[in-house]
């Protein structure tokens, strides 16, 4: 019994082992299944022109308010109302604060008093003094008595001066209790509210001009020679990345900083829609001339935040560079990297080109 089912064991394996090996190249000769080639992006090119382009120095700088006022109190009080707002429109006059008139108004009572009782000395002196030239000419008092009331009538006439001189001031104090913007602007703070007890040299509110702004250009001791008064520049901040604000170079230091050897130069821009503002870091391009410059169609720069990108099309592949750009002209712009006259960029590179890809 042991002996049959050894056997039949025998059977089955060797049943097993045939079939595996009449299958065995049927497996073998299986293919993998094939993966479909990327599929090329179909894009425009156009070729890089070399081209007369205007030529400029880049230098740095910072945007200023033509005007910047520090309200100050120039009395002295409470704070009774305020009547302004951070970025508020002001203009020249309009109130600001109003300080605790009470204690000014005494003072300009008590000055209004004082004078007329100065005034009211004088006409006395007045008489005495014509009174003595009476006498004396007649020879009723001495020269020395004569000299001594003269001299009495012109000190009565200082002190009605100078008590005049206080009433005006006490009147301009009282008045002052209303403080006021001294230009047309907008609030940049207010530093005080109601209740705050503030004296002359306080600090109530900053108004700022903006329209136009200056940007005040550092310019290093070997480019002065290109900087004139008068000529144009371009100014581009970090808030409007793809907008260039034309500027006037304005006003030129007759002197170079010792400590940094540059020239601090002004331009004006103008800023009717306020954006540029006070503060502002400036990347400034100053006109210098003309040159011939690779250019590219406009179309075919990419921008990315402060980054420009543009794609080369060479042996049917897509290479991404890097660029700084430059000045733009009749819908093409200069590109400060070395590119070939017979080099083609893509065109309107389309969001799904990348490095390496294949185009047609």
């Known amino acids: 019994m042991p002996r049959r089912l050894l056997v039949l064991a025998a059977l089955v394996f060797t049943a097993a082992c045939r079939q595996a ?32 382009m205007p030529r400029f120095l880049t230098l740095t700088g910072s945007v200023l308010a033509d005007k910047q006022s520090e309200v100050a109190a120039n009395v002295s009080g409470r704070i009774t109302a305020t009547f302004v707002e951070r970025g508020q429109q002001v203009k020249a006059g309009q109130p600001v604060a109003i300080v605790d008139s009470k204690a000014a108004g005494f003072s300009a009572q008590a000055a209004a008093a004082q004078l007329s009782a100065a005034q009211t000395q004088v006409a006395l002196a007045e008489q005495d003094c014509q009174r003595a030239d009476t006498l004396f000419e007649k020879g009723s008092i001495p020269q020395a008595e004569h000299a001594r009331m003269k001299a009495q009538c012109q000190s009565q006439l200082f002190q009605a001066k100078a008590a005049r001189a206080n009433a005006n001031l006490a009147t301009k104090l009282a008045g002052d209790t209303i403080i006021r913007a ?63 604000f034309p500027a006037t170079v304005r006003y030129v230091s007759p002197a170079l900083r010792p400590m940094t050897r540059d020239l601090v130069v002004e331009a ?60 733009a002209r009749d819908g093409r712009i200069a590109v400060l990297e070395p590119l070939g006259s017979q080099d083609r960029v893509i065109v309107r590179p389309p969001p799904g080109l990348t490095d390496g890809v294949a185009i047609q």
């Open 21 to 52: 090996s009449a299958t065995l190249p049927e497996t073998r000769t299986q293919k993998a299944p094939a993966v479909a080639a990327p599929q090329a992006l179909s894009v425009e090119t156009a070729p890089v022109e070399r081209r007369q």
């Open 182 to 244: 001294p230009i047309d602007g907008a609030v940049g703070e207010r530093f005080v509210s109601v209740g705050e007890y503030v004296q002359p040299p306080t600090r109530v509110a900053t108004v700022y001009a903006v329209d136009p702004v200056r940007v005040s250009i550092s310019v290093p001791e070997g480019a002065v020679s290109q900087v004139r008064e008068g000529q144009v520049l371009e100014v581009e901040v970090a808030a409007w990345p793809d907008r260039r």
């Open 268 to 327: 004006v821009a103008g800023n009717g829609e306020g954006a540029l503002r006070p503060g502002m870091f400036a990347t400034v391009k100053l006109l210098t001339g003309e040159e011939v410059q690779p250019t590219v169609p406009l179309t075919a720069i990419r921008t990315e935040g402060a980054v420009k990108r543009l794609f080369l099309a060479r042996n049917g592949l897509a290479y991404e560079m890097v660029v700084r750009t430059g000045l």
